[in-house]
């Protein structure tokens, strides 16, 4: 395939999707269009301004994620911020809007319209508003430190207490920089892990665009060092540019591949694969290659992006999987929705043999907004089991 029949493909590609998103856009406006405006019946002056206000508003989300990337990232953040609060705001109403349908539904024979529909869209509107200061407050609040601890089996006995400190999803891009990383990596330094491991998704943009607001990373300390895997977002974002950027600042990404943490019997393996989703040149996932030869009575920890690799680790012995990705599902209840595509969504569990922690991540992608779904630094205190 030439270069242009490439370039034409991925336009192509983009085009389809833009068009696809565009659509579902549409019709989730005129949802609440009708719902919110027409329903109620309030005279033709606010029927006019509801429509034209929704309009603009369609308009804003698809427009903005377009103009954050292409304006300078001190202007083009407030353009990001714009159009992704009102892509959270539109997530919450359409949740209130449609719980507002089985209370339309019990009522309806006993409340004549319009005074039904004018009630529940007032509902709606308090409802939803009150859910989007929650979800802004616990997405640009502190980020709580959640302690974990996890036993297991063939950890050796001195390693007990071993701390280990993981951050994902930090999405830095047009929303999250550098001074807000900056206090992030003050407080894991704080807690003075003994590794430090970023389960991809660390950033949105390329190295040219955010080399400054990542560079607090290199002052990230742990005694037996810091360690990253791609997540899906490093492959739209260059990712072997910042596979060399995060080596610049003292960071080790593990490309299917393990490396041994401690001394002689005091130690264990520690293995990263590329992401579930990872394309281009030599990238791809090989859990195969990165347990290849390995003494399977060593204590195995596996950091991939993605919950899915845990069946296919718990086939290669490994005792206990680092995820992210899934965000918690960052916004209730669309958690049930990534629950079609991932096995786990938070917290510890355990497939067979191999036990699994997923992240609901350290920042936000998207909607400046976290509902049911608080971000985190785990700090893991792995135990002999």
Not at 210 to 215: E, T
Request: charged share 20%; hydrophobic share 45%.
């Amino acid at each position: 395939m030439t270069c242009s029949t490439a370039i034409v493909r991925r336009l192509g590609l983009f085009l389809v999707f833009f068009g696809i998103v565009s659509s579902i856009l549409f019709a989730a406006h005129h949802y609440l269009y009708a719902r919110l405006v027409v329903a109620p019946s309030l005279g033709d002056t606010w029927t006019h301004a509801g429509a034209a206000t929704f309009v603009i508003a369609g308009f804003t989300a698809p427009a903005g994620m377009i103009a954050s990337r292409l304006l300078p990232r001190e202007h083009g953040r407030w353009v990001a911020a714009a159009a992704y609060f009102w892509l959270g705001t539109l997530l919450l109403l359409l949740t209130t809007v449609g719980a507002s349908e089985l209370v339309r539904w019990g009522l309806g024979h006993f409340v004549p319209e319009p005074d039904l529909s004018r009630a529940l869209a007032l509902g709606v509107v308090g409802v939803g508003g009150c859910a989007v200061l929650y979800g802004v407050t616990s997405a640009l609040g502190r980020v709580a430190v959640k302690r974990v601890d996890v036993a297991l089996a063939r950890l050796p006995a001195s390693l007990s207490g071993f701390k280990l400190v993981q951050l994902s999803d930090l999405h830095i891009g047009p929303m999250l920089g550098r001074s807000w990383l900056e206090d992030i990596v003050a407080r894991v330094n704080d807690l003075d892990p003994d590794v430090v491991a970023i389960t991809g998704d660390l950033v949105d943009g390329s190295v040219h665009r955010l080399r400054d607001q990542v560079a607090p990373l290199a002052a990230l300390r742990a005694k037996h060092g810091v360690y990253f895997v791609t997540g899906n977002h490093e492959y739209y974002s260059g990712v072997d540019a910042w596979i060399a950027e995060l080596s610049r600042l003292g960071i080790r990404t593990l490309r299917n591949e393990r490396v041994s943490i401690g001394e002689g019997a005091d130690s264990f393996d520690l293995a990263g694969v590329d992401d579930w989703r990872a394309f281009g040149g030599d990238h791809g996932r090989d859990l195969a290659r990165a347990v290849r030869d390995r003494d399977p009575d060593r204590e195995l920890v596996l950091l991939a992006h993605q919950p899915k690799q845990i069946h296919e680790a718990a086939e290669h012995g490994v005792g206990l999987q680092l995820s992210g990705h899934t965000h918690g599902g960052q916004i209730f209840p669309w958690t049930l929705f990534v629950r079609l595509d991932q096995p786990f969504i938070a917290g510890l569990g355990r497939h067979r043999d191999t036990q699994i922690y997923v992240s609901r991540g350290t920042g936000y992608w998207g909607p400046p907004m976290r509902v049911g779904a608080p971000a985190e630094i785990t700090l893991l205190r792995l135990q002999r089991e």
